[in-house]
């Protein structure tokens, strides 16, 4: 019996070093709870369609989680979001774009996306040219945590004053708590720098309030004041 219950309880560790990439909760049991009893009831027919395909694809530990999926679309609500950008929604590979097309046709909504393909620093730099400056009210960054930085050096001009923008994985599978010599996986180590070096810099610019969330894999939401 004793070898048994010492069988479970590695399956259930090694579970949740899975899951804790989307979750930090310390319970598989009660991260579930939150899925099946406030998300998934709820969840946009469409919004689960992309989840589903998502999770066949070789990238999917990419995904936003649904709980987090969940909290962005209150936001929105929340804060009356009509121009909003996702950095994701710029991509060096078209198909990824294309993968959940289909999808988002059938929901009615492709003619308020415009995809832009290519790296998107650039492109964002083509906004600030074309004095797109504060016309956003709502930025959402999942991309290249290396890049984070970047990003918010330009994202803070596109987004208006009172908008917001969320930077998701800050707390990178819970790594930025850790010591420098713990063990981590080797893209948990790499961009873990990155993703403290960001957190530094928003606590300490003066431009945006900011709130950092242990929802999915953490995100921290940034208002801009000035």
Not at 11 to 37: C, F, M, N, P, W
Not at 180 to 197: G, L, Q, S, T
């Amino acid at each position: 019996m004793a070898e048994e219950k010492q069988t479970t309880t590695t399956t259930t560790v090694s579970r949740h070093s899975e899951v804790g990439h989307k979750s930090l909760l310390q319970s598989d049991a009660l991260y579930q709870y939150i899925l099946e009893t406030s998300v998934y009831p709820r969840e946009p027919e469409a919004m689960k369609e992309l989840r589903d395909i998502t999770a066949k694809h070789p990238w999917n530990l990419m995904t936003t989680s649904a709980d987090e999926g969940q909290f962005l679309a209150m936001l929105l609500k929340l804060i009356n979001a009509k121009n909003t950008m996702e950095i994701l929604a710029m991509d060096i590979n078209r198909e990824n774009y294309e993968l959940g097309l289909p999808v988002i046709e059938k929901a009615g909504v492709a003619h308020k996306i415009e995809f832009r393909e290519g790296p998107a620093l650039p492109v964002l730099d083509q906004m600030l040219e074309d004095a797109c400056h504060g016309s956003y009210d709502f930025i959402f960054v999942d991309a290249d945590k290396d890049n984070y930085i970047n990003y918010h050096k330009r994202l803070i001009d596109l987004v208006k004053v009172g908008g917001v923008i969320g930077y998701d994985n800050t707390l990178w599978n819970g790594s930025v708590a850790e010591p420098a010599d713990a063990p981590m996986r080797k893209y948990v180590r790499y961009y873990r720098d990155f993703v403290m070096e960001l957190n530094k810099a928003l606590a300490a610019d003066p431009r945006i309030e900011i709130c950092m969330l242990p929802v999915g894999d953490g995100i921290t939401l940034c208002r801009r004041i000035s």
